[in-house]
């Protein structure tokens, strides 16, 4: 089953723009992760944000938690054509740790 | 530093038949899962192995199976395949640091069943 809904399912902007996507989860949890997959490969690690932080940035990524709503966003500006790529969240409860994916965003920045 | 290394990059099976998949995990990580991946979807949580023992399992049928060696590699077995079997297999490698547990992903086997 999964945990994460990601919002919107696609996304399509103009290179330079910034990128929101949204993630909702149902369960209390321990950290939300965002991970990258280009073209059905691995999956990259970009950012973890634990239940007791509310902000937490990375050079072009910013990431929001509010547990209160189960809700998360990610944050990519000044997008790049090399940001095209796919988009998860992951939940990690903290029991044994295991990793509950969305479905994922499809993002597409058009140069 | 490798990181995680999984093999083969891609496979063909006829239904029915047995697979193996392997993963080696990064240097110094302990634990090794799995997820399975369907087109279009998440990946999915197949189980955890943690000093050479499976630690949990997800929604998968027995016929999915693994093993966990003193190097802390990892193997994914799969009995019986059905066509729905075919997927990207994931291998993710924990490590613990002083805030909690990060996760390392290899670039995963694609395997087609037909």
């Known amino acids: 089953s999964q945990q994460g809904e990601e919002d919107p399912q696609a996304l399509s902007i103009q290179e330079g723009e910034n990128a929101t996507m949204n993630c909702s989860y149902k369960t209390s949890i321990n950290n939300l992760q965002w991970y990258r997959q280009n073209s059905g490969r691995g999956l990259v690690h970009l950012i973890l944000?634990?239940?007791?932080?509310r902000e937490k940035h990375s050079g072009r990524l910013r990431v929001t938690l509010d547990t209160s709503k189960k809700s998360s966003s990610l944050l990519i500006t000044a997008s790049r054509a090399a940001d095209t790529a796919s988009y998860f969240c992951a939940t990690d409860t903290g029991a044994n740790s295991k990793l509950t994916f969305g479905k994922g965003i499809t993002l597409s920045v058009r140069p | 530093d490798a990181g995680v290394t999984q093999s083969p990059t891609h496979l063909i099976k006829t239904r029915g038949q047995q697979v193996t998949l392997r993963c080696s995990p990064k240097s110094g990580h302990d634990t090794v899962s799995w997820y399975q991946q369907a087109l279009g979807q998440g990946p999915q949580f197949i189980f955890q192995y943690y000093e050479e023992e499976e630690r949990q399992r997800g929604n998968f049928p027995d016929r999915f199976s693994g093993h966990q060696y003193p190097n802390y590699s990892s193997e994914l077995n799969v009995n019986a395949l059905l066509l729905g079997d075919s997927a990207l297999y994931l291998c993710?490698?924990?490590?613990?640091?002083?805030?909690?547990?990060?996760?390392?992903f290899g670039s995963g086997t694609r395997l087609t069943v037909v």
């Open positions: 993710a490698s924990r490590f613990r640091d002083r805030v909690g547990y990060g996760y390392t």
């Open positions: 944000i634990r239940s007791n932080e």
